[in-house]
């Protein structure tokens, strides 16, 4: 992998806080990925990210785009009360810069 590759991979995460409004421990995941839950209450997305959140708002599938630099400080208002079902965090190198 060239230097420049990983510098990028660096810029594509979400960071996820354990409450609304940026409080609690942090944890930073980098992609691309996939996950089953964001653990959490308030999230920040990083420059070249982008971020799709499957919900199940009652028996109906929703997809919430979390676009690069997006800063959500309550993600239960984000989701509009709806469950995280999954987390897919695309990279897009070179965008955003």
Aim: proline share 7%; hydrophobic share 35%; aromatic share 6%.
């Amino acid at each position: 992998m060239r230097q420049d590759e990983r510098f990028d991979q660096k810029r594509c995460w979400i960071d996820v806080y354990e409450t609304p409004y940026f409080q609690g421990t942090l944890h930073r995941h980098f992609g691309p990925q996939k996950m089953q839950t964001l653990p959490g209450g308030s999230a920040i997305v990083g420059p070249e990210a982008h971020v799709e959140l499957q919900i199940l708002r009652g028996d109906r599938p929703v997809t919430v785009i979390l676009k690069p630099n997006r800063i959500v400080p309550d993600l239960a208002k984000a989701t509009r009360g709806g469950s995280i079902r999954q987390v897919i965090l695309h990279c897009e190198a070179g965008s955003q810069r």
